[in-house]
């Protein structure tokens, strides 16, 4: 259950922080709400999850899986362009978690 709690975290904060830009800096209610509702849902989520799961392994999950979706939301909804270095750097930070998910024995599993 703890992992679903941290699931729902990482895609509330990547819906928040995606709306943040169509906020245009709490201007717009609509996006503005959304990003209130989704860091409001998603901290509460992370803090469940800290009850079993380290809190390096949760922040490294959540930051490295959280990465690669906002990267692929800004270039899918807002066509921000990633050049090669960046990609490259989303790609080991994305296979770090990996790697710390599949041989970490500090992963509550």
């Known amino acids: ?17 995606s709306a943040l830009k169509a906020s245009e800096s709490f201007t717009r209610l609509y996006p503005s709400t959304i990003v209130m509702a989704g860091y409001g849902l998603a901290f ?3 803090s469940l999850t800290l009850r079993t799961i380290p809190i390096g392994i949760v922040y490294a999950v959540w930051s490295g899986i959280g990465i690669m ?33 599949l041989f970490s024995k500090s992963v509550a599993h």
């Open 69 to 101: 979706l906002v990267s692929l939301i800004g270039w899918i909804v807002y066509d921000q362009k990633l050049d090669l270095a960046a990609l490259l750097g989303i790609a080991m930070i994305v296979s770090g978690v990996i790697v710390l998910n």
């Open 1 to 17: 259950m703890n992992w679903l709690y941290l699931a729902i975290a990482i895609i509330s904060e990547v819906i928040a922080t």
């Open 44 to 46: 509460y989520c992370l």
